[in-house]
């Protein structure tokens, strides 16, 4: 076992080492690999002062609840936040995975089934990479440190109970994480129930706070009513606890709450914490068999998960008839070969379930919104020519811009063996490179479209010169936007599927993370310009003058840019083209 697991890390090392190779790589492509690969290094340095403090945090709240003189103090108060932590962290290693989707579809895993290594040491291995989650590595070290706290406070019998409390806990974390990969990689191993289960996750994530928004103000006055009949929480605990002083905050707490939570890993784990402490020998034994057989049934579990990952065929493709009978449409000014490569890129976007939700969705959100904030915002006294309509309009192209950057920042990647065909046609490189802009556009056009339509709707107020005003401020933005995204791709580009969510959908980490600040910056001048010609001179017609000037300079900026991306075009060329085809 020991053999395998070495090898096994011997395996990541040389694939974590393998993108630093030049080999078939020029400089800028190496840089780009480089930085992808030392993103996660960033990220865990980034990591360590929480997993320390935390780690800290642990023993302290061990040693003073292992000390007789204040266990009750801190089994009071910091006993039921430890309670409370421990319930959230595992909720949230749970929904991790389905948010990230990074373990894809299992299909590297299906290589190894080559190997002269049994299924179950496969899975072993993969439950054991579970610990390189960041939310489990953080939560980790303060588990183990927390008993080990509880012996050094005078209780050793307790710390060493509790410890193995702590690793039974560990091993359900891990165990759940494994299954909730192992399942999420078992739906996208056929492509259209991915994109179903991709698209219903961005649209319930997207619509969840919103719609717990929408509904506070209801929810605040039900739990006012409850908290003034001191009927709910933790209110009622400690009107509980001066009536009756023999128990703690947390036992009171518990009488509030439904007997099923007593089930929870987390909460037979600091159970477990509690009977050792106090010696009470039933309850540790009972927890302790709990905890024992959620472990048993999160193993079996995930086992099987596992062998079906294995012997489940990744299938739905992309199918044969994809664009089958498709007429190439032509634009209005726009060159015939431009146009062509326009709709493949819009196409290939809309055909994804991440280029549908960033054109569609945004104005949804933006419309719903102004619906939760309409009470407020009617109290509000807008500049004149100025409403909320246009408002909604311009944030929902605001927000296009953002949800669009994984297909903007790595536009040439994300065709992949779509892009050799676009190189061997007869194109120039001007007609490439303009065609990706006028795919964008296209896209950028649909849900900005959408937006100032259902703002239009909700609140049609306002100078209809004001309301052309925002609208070039939005296209003066994309025209300086656009090169920069089309720079990035090609000086950063990566293998990406649009398909999927987390790492492999997304750009390379420095081409999305200038890209996304990109957005924000670019918005500041003529914004400011805009607001100071309606604040201070208060004319609509100053506001279009001003917009105008900007439009101007950023189709200036798009000129100049485009010729010099076409000669890092020229260069690049042979490196794009590898990358793109997963070379």
Same mark, same amino acid.
Request: charged letters at 15%; aromatic letters at 8%.
């Given at each position: 076992?020991?053999?395998?697991?070495? #090898?096994?890390?011997?395996?990541?090392?040389?694939?974590?080492?393998?993108a630093?190779?030049?080999?078939?790589? %020029?400089? /800028?492509?190496?840089?780009?690999?480089?930085?992808?690969?030392l993103?996660?290094?960033?990220? !865990?340095?980034?990591l360590?002062?929480?997993? /320390?403090?935390?780690?800290a945090?642990?023993?302290?709240l061990g040693?003073?609840?292992?000390?007789a003189?204040? *266990?009750?103090?801190w089994?009071?108060?910091?006993?039921?936040? !430890?309670?409370?932590?421990?319930?959230? #962290?595992?909720?949230t290693?749970?929904?991790?995975p389905?948010?990230?989707s990074?373990? =894809?579809?299992?299909? @590297?895993?299906?290589?190894?089934?080559?190997?002269?290594i049994?299924?179950?040491?496969?899975?072993?291995? @993969?439950?054991?990479?579970?610990?390189?989650?960041?939310?489990?590595g953080?939560?980790?070290?303060a588990l183990v440190m927390?008993?080990?706290?509880i012996?050094?406070?005078?209780s050793?019998?307790?710390?060493?109970?509790?410890?193995?409390?702590?690793? !039974?806990f560990?091993?359900?974390?891990?165990?759940?994480?494994?299954? #909730?990969s192992?399942?999420?990689?078992?739906i996208?191993?056929?492509?259209?129930?991915a994109?179903r289960?991709?698209?219903?996750?961005?649209?319930?994530?997207?619509?969840?706070?919103?719609?717990?928004?929408l509904v506070?103000?209801?929810?605040? @006055?039900g739990?006012?009513?409850?908290?003034?009949?001191?009927?709910?929480?933790? %209110?009622? +605990? $400690?009107?509980?606890?001066?009536?009756?002083?023999?128990?703690?905050?947390?036992?009171?707490?518990?009488?509030?709450l439904?007997f099923?939570v007593?089930?929870?890993p987390?909460?037979?784990?600091?159970?477990v914490?509690?009977?050792? *402490?106090d010696?009470?020998?039933?309850q540790?034994?009972?927890n302790?068999?709990?905890l024992g057989?959620?472990?048993?049934?999160?193993?079996?579990?995930?086992r099987?998960?596992?062998?079906?990952?294995?012997?489940?065929?990744?299938?739905g493709?992309?199918?044969?008839n994809?664009g089958?009978?498709?007429?190439?449409?032509?634009?209005?000014?726009?060159?015939?070969a431009?146009? +062509?490569?326009?709709?493949?890129?819009?196409? /290939?976007?809309?055909?994804?379930?991440?280029? &549908?939700?960033?054109?569609?969705?945004?104005?949804?959100?933006?419309a719903?919104?102004?619906v939760?904030?309409?009470?407020?915002?009617?109290? *509000? @006294?807008?500049?004149?020519?100025?409403?909320f309509?246009l408002?909604?309009?311009?944030?929902?192209?605001?927000?296009?811009?953002?949800?669009?950057?994984?297909?903007m920042?790595?536009?040439?990647?994300i %065709?992949?063996?779509g892009?050799? !065909?676009?190189?061997?046609?007869?194109l120039s490189?001007?007609?490439?490179?303009?065609g &990706?802009v006028?795919?964008?556009a296209?896209? *950028?056009a649909?849900?900005?479209?959408?937006c100032?339509?259902? =703002?239009f709707?909700l %609140?049609?107020k306002?100078?209809?010169?004001?309301w052309?005003?925002?609208?070039?401020?939005l296209?003066?933005m994309?025209l300086?936007?656009?090169?920069m995204?089309?720079?990035?791709?090609a000086?950063?580009? &990566?293998?990406?599927d649009?398909?999927?969510m987390?790492?492999? =959908?997304?750009?390379q980490p420095?081409? =999305?993370?200038v890209?996304f600040?990109?957005?924000?910056?670019?918005?500041?001048p003529?914004a400011?310009?805009?607001?100071a010609?309606?604040?201070?001179?208060?004319?609509?017609?100053?506001?279009?003058?001003?917009?105008?000037?900007?439009?101007?300079?950023?189709?200036?900026?798009y000129?100049?840019?485009?010729?010099?991306?076409?000669v890092?075009? $020229?260069?690049?060329?042979?490196?794009?083209?590898?990358?793109a085809?997963g070379?």
């Amino acid at each position: 076992m020991l053999r395998t697991i070495r #090898a096994f890390l011997w395996m990541r090392w040389r694939i974590s080492r393998n993108a630093f190779k030049t080999r078939q790589r %020029d400089s /800028l492509e190496q840089i780009s690999r480089a930085l992808g690969a030392l993103a996660p290094v960033f990220m !865990l340095l980034m990591l360590v002062p929480t997993v /320390l403090a935390l780690a800290a945090g642990g023993v302290f709240l061990g040693w003073k609840m292992g000390q007789a003189e204040t *266990v009750m103090i801190w089994r009071s108060f910091g006993f039921l936040a !430890l309670r409370g932590g421990l319930a959230v #962290a595992t909720i949230t290693v749970l929904i991790a995975p389905m948010v990230r989707s990074s373990r =894809g579809t299992g299909s @590297e895993t299906t290589r190894l089934l080559l190997l002269p290594i049994r299924r179950g040491m496969l899975h072993a291995s @993969e439950v054991i990479a579970a610990l390189s989650d960041p939310w489990l590595g953080v939560l980790f070290p303060a588990l183990v440190m927390f008993p080990i706290g509880i012996a050094i406070g005078g209780s050793v019998l307790g710390g060493a109970v509790s410890l193995l409390g702590a690793l !039974l806990f560990v091993a359900i974390l891990m165990l759940a994480v494994s299954l #909730a990969s192992f399942f999420i990689a078992l739906i996208f191993r056929k492509r259209k129930r991915a994109e179903r289960f991709t698209a219903v996750l961005i649209v319930v994530l997207s619509m969840s706070g919103l719609l717990f928004a929408l509904v506070g103000d209801e929810w605040e @006055e039900g739990l006012e009513k409850k908290r003034d009949a001191k009927r709910f929480g933790v %209110d009622a +605990a $400690e009107q509980a606890a001066e009536d009756d002083p023999d128990l703690t905050l947390s036992q009171h707490v518990d009488q509030q709450l439904p007997f099923g939570v007593r089930f929870l890993p987390s909460e037979a784990f600091m159970r477990v914490v509690e009977a050792a *402490v106090d010696g009470h020998v039933a309850q540790l034994g009972l927890n302790l068999l709990l905890l024992g057989t959620w472990t048993t049934l999160l193993y079996v579990s995930s086992r099987w998960a596992y062998w079906r990952l294995l012997e489940t065929p990744e299938t739905g493709g992309v199918e044969g008839n994809l664009g089958a009978g498709f007429r190439t449409r032509s634009l209005p000014g726009v060159r015939p070969a431009v146009a +062509a490569v326009a709709f493949a890129t819009m196409r /290939l976007a809309l055909r994804t379930v991440r280029g &549908k939700t960033a054109v569609y969705l945004n104005f949804v959100i933006t419309a719903m919104i102004y619906v939760i904030l309409i009470r407020e915002l009617s109290k *509000v @006294e807008l500049p004149s020519g100025l409403s909320f309509g246009l408002g909604i309009g311009f944030a929902g192209g605001f927000f296009t811009l953002i949800s669009l950057q994984p297909i903007m920042a790595n536009v040439f990647a994300i %065709d992949s063996n779509g892009f050799t !065909l676009q190189l061997l046609s007869p194109l120039s490189t001007s007609e490439i490179l303009h065609g &990706k802009v006028v795919g964008s556009a296209l896209l *950028v056009a649909i849900s900005t479209a959408l937006c100032f339509g259902i =703002g239009f709707v909700l %609140d049609a107020k306002g100078s209809p010169v004001v309301w052309l005003a925002g609208f070039l401020i939005l296209v003066a933005m994309f025209l300086v936007y656009a090169p920069m995204t089309l720079l990035l791709s090609a000086v950063f580009p &990566k293998v990406a599927d649009l398909s999927r969510m987390g790492k492999d =959908g997304n750009p390379q980490p420095i081409a =999305g993370f200038v890209a996304f600040i990109a957005v924000p910056l670019l918005l500041i001048p003529p914004a400011l310009t805009a607001a100071a010609t309606l604040m201070i001179a208060k004319s609509g017609l100053l506001t279009l003058a001003g917009a105008l000037v900007w439009l101007g300079v950023a189709m200036a900026i798009y000129i100049v840019g485009m010729r010099a991306l076409c000669v890092l075009f $020229e260069r690049r060329r042979e490196n794009l083209l590898l990358v793109a085809t997963g070379r």
